[in-house]
């Protein structure tokens, strides 16, 4: 059976849950009304792990790099946002592109350093440099340190406003569509092949002549700069930045979105996202109503529910269903 | 011009002469075969020949050009193809992605994020062109797991010839077959005899002595003697060495 599909089949049973998922985030707004700001908050939330999975799917899913680091983008891309914030840059553009310009410097520097390895030891060494730029973040004292930052008022996006929470909730919904579609083109072009084919064989694709290496790079800072958009979204949705946002949990979480959407598939991390966030919110409560002397122990059953997905669906929830023509 | 030659190449692993001073030549056009008993150190001189292992002492060079410190992509990319002698092929593609990711080396500095890789009509009738050479047309939908092994064989065939090779390397490609997939693709390796200089690797004899121009012996690393199919035949030592109980049979 092949992993991607060459055509989008408009009856195939991932094309419908697709359209659903994305309808469903369309409406959501609408759907819950003035009352329930609380859920679009907590979509946004979602969609803004959908994005940072996106990018990290791009590297782990496409081109088996298993980076357990990238959670120190996000963290990133939310300090682009705190930083100039507290210098009175409030244009969320130049958020954006402060973010995207750091992002790239770092990136290709940590991805040329840890892309020399492969297996445990990239995974070691992408944690190795998200420790470093955690810590880094802790040390900067004037930008309060350990307890992070918090933002006076969201960034100021022109034409987009975000500062209701609806606004930036579609804002967050835009990103993931042109991540969801940018990924798409470039899984499928001559470039997205060679990523997958070298994480079939990698030996294969350097004795065609192709230089492996190049495209693991490039493909990990594209990644990258998924995760710092990401970031930026967050510093917004909770005003706040802090070292706490490069945590190696978040990469760990990353990486179990990827996994259980679906490693490999374009649309997978944000079905990823859907359930592992509703999951860590709707756990504790229901755990808490039915067991409440076991209430701190909800991450049992979320460790079961993983524990079942990798079993039963190899290929994680999305991953399962049939794709499109082949 | 000569299309490949390896000069007194030298390569130990600990105590163990792995490549003892091996030269050899490949003549435009020409098949050049070796063969040697298992442990001659076949493998270890095409790694070093492809850039996968660097020789402790001596030079490879190609086309004219010294590339014994270029890397694997960038012999590649001189003209360099090969096959190996275990498939090495992108299990979960089809037969004809395996051969597109081929094809995109020609130009592999033109990176195409935007492009559909299928939508590109060039790169997928040269890739279609290259799989009819090798008889895998039919099979270009299927995944290389349902290839058979013979076809598996093949294709890595036709990825080699679509990358637009000037030197093609084989490293034993009737390594496993039946007899029929054998016959097939001696008849495929007649095709490509003359059109590009070839060094083969192989263990088949009849396949060797009925294809090649010229034959190197290679035993404990060492090339024992070098020649036409029929000089080798009536070599002393080779029929001494690793012909012997075949010849006197």
Redesign the interface.
């Known amino acids: 059976?092949?992993?991607l599909p060459?055509a989008i089949d408009w009856r195939a049973p991932r094309t419908i849950v697709a359209i659903v998922v994305i309808a469903t985030f369309a409406l959501l707004p609408v759907l819950v009304g003035d009352e329930g700001g609380f859920y679009v908050k907590f979509a946004t939330r979602v969609l803004i792990y959908a994005l940072a999975a996106i990018g990290l799917n791009f590297i782990l899913g496409f081109g088996g790099m298993v980076s357990f680091g990238h959670a120190m983008y996000v963290m990133l891309g939310a300090y682009c946002v705190a930083i100039p914030a507290q210098h009175e840059i409030t244009s969320g553009w130049a958020h954006i592109a402060i973010a995207l310009a750091m992002t790239t410097v770092i990136a290709a520097g940590a991805g040329a350093v840890a892309l020399r390895t492969t297996g445990i030891a990239f995974i070691m060494i992408t944690l190795a440099f998200a420790q470093m730029l955690f810590f880094g973040a802790v040390s900067l004292k004037e930008y309060g340190g350990d307890d992070g930052l918090t933002l006076a008022t969201r960034s100021n996006f022109a034409l987009f406003d975000i500062s209701s929470n609806a606004g930036l909730y579609y804002f967050a919904f835009v990103c993931v569509l042109v991540a969801l579609y940018l990924s798409w083109?470039?899984v499928?072009?001559?470039?997205?092949?060679?990523l997958?084919?070298s994480k079939?064989?990698t030996?294969?694709?350097?004795?065609?002549?192709?230089?492996?290496f190049r495209?693991q790079l490039?493909a990990y800072v594209l990644s990258a700069l998924a995760c710092a958009v990401a970031g930026v979204l967050l510093a917004n949705l909770t005003q706040f930045a802090s070292p706490a946002y490069g945590a190696w949990t978040l990469s760990g979480e990353l990486i179990v979105i990827v996994i259980l959407g679906g490693l490999g598939t374009v649309f997978g991390p944000l079905v990823g996202a859907v359930l592992l966030l509703a999951l860590e919110e709707v756990l504790p409560t229901l755990v808490e109503a039915t067991l409440p002397d076991y209430k701190s122990n909800w991450m049992l059953l979320l460790g079961l529910f993983i524990f079942f997905i990798a079993l039963a669906l190899k290929r994680g929830v999305f991953g399962s269903l049939r794709g499109g023509k082949? | 011009m000569t299309a490949l030659v390896t000069e007194n190449l030298v390569k130990r692993f600990g105590g163990v002469q792995a490549t003892d001073n091996v030269s050899l030549t490949v003549e435009d056009g020409q098949l050049h075969a070796i063969i040697g008993p298992n442990g001659a150190g076949k493998s270890t001189l095409i790694g070093q020949i492809?850039g996968?292992i660097a020789p402790d002492s001596g030079h490879v060079a190609l086309l004219g050009k010294d590339v014994t410190t270029l890397?694997?992509?960038?012999r590649?990319?001189l003209g360099l193809?090969?096959t190996?002698q275990i498939t090495?092929?992108?299990?979960?593609?089809?037969a004809l992605?395996?051969v597109?990711?081929?094809t995109?080396?020609r130009a592999?500095h033109?990176?195409?994020?935007?492009?559909?890789?299928?939508d590109?009509s060039d790169?997928v009738s040269h890739s279609l062109a290259a799989l009819a050479k090798v008889g895998l047309l039919d099979a270009k939908?299927r995944?290389v797991a349902e290839l058979a092994h013979g076809e598996q064989r093949q294709l890595e065939i036709a990825?080699a010839l679509a990358?637009g090779p000037k030197v093609l390397l084989l490293d034993e490609p009737l390594a496993g077959m039946s007899q029929g997939e054998s016959a097939a693709m001696i008849a495929l390796l007649k095709s490509l005899k003359g059109r590009y200089p070839i060094l083969l690797v192989e263990h088949d004899m009849d396949a060797v002595f009925s294809l090649a121009d010229r034959i190197s012996v290679l035993v404990y690393g060492r090339i024992i003697a070098s020649g036409t199919p029929e000089e080798i035949r009536n070599n002393v030592e080779v029929r001494a060495a690793y012909l012997g109980e075949e010849a006197t049979a």
């Open positions: 059976m092949k992993l060459t083109r470039a499928l072009s001559p470039f997205g092949l060679i997958r084919g079939a064989n030996r294969r694709a350097l004795a065609l002549g192709h230089p492996v495209y490039v082949q | 492809a996968e890397s694997v992509f960038a590649a990319n193809a090969r190996y090495q092929l992108a299990k979960e593609f089809t992605d395996n597109l990711m081929a995109n080396a592999s033109n990176f195409s994020f935007w492009k559909n890789a299928h590109d790169a939908n995944t990825m990358t």
